[in-house]
């Protein structure tokens, strides 16, 4: 769970953009399409020993505007085998914005299936974290603080 300094309108909108998209998920080198439609993607991603670039579809299901939504994205990886995630997003106002609280899940086949489930939960779990990070990045901008930073 984080506080996004946005209202709730904002950060959905966000989350339903495919440049947004590209510039959160770990590892994406193209993220294309629609909500609607799904998002094609191509992610190059390195699980324990196995690197391998998914070619794959993210889709948005059980969509209440403004409230929550689930992604889900399946990807396949050639010899490397297969991996799908969702995450189920939930938004409520906060006095100090929107806070969206996020349930991640993993499957994966394949090579990959051979890592144990210790593995992939845990990189799973990271993946999300740093997508949600960059996320909160993008939709809130730079704040003060990087900027005197960097200066």
Known sequence: MRVIRA????????????????DCVPGAQEVTG????????VVVQKVGPVKATF????????????EALTLTGEGKGGAAGFA???????????????ELSYVVEAKIGGKLA???SRIIDGFAKKMAD??????????EGPSDD??????
Do not use: I
Request: glycine share 8%; hydrophobic share 35%; aromatic share 8%.
């Open 7 to 22: 209202d709730k309108a904002s950060v959905f909108q966000a989350l339903l953009s495919a440049d947004t998209l590209k």
């Open 34 to 41: 629609t909500p609607e439609e799904g998002f094609n993607a």
């Open 55 to 66: 070619k794959g579809v993210v889709t948005v299901s059980d969509l209440v505007e403004n």
């Open 84 to 98: 799908k995630g969702s995450a189920s997003v939930t938004l409520n106002e906060v006095p100090e914005g929107t």
């Open 114 to 116: 051979q890592l144990g």
């Open 130 to 139: 740093q997508f949600f990070t960059r996320f909160q990045e993008k939709v």
């Open 146 to 151: 990087s900027e005197e930073a960097a200066g």
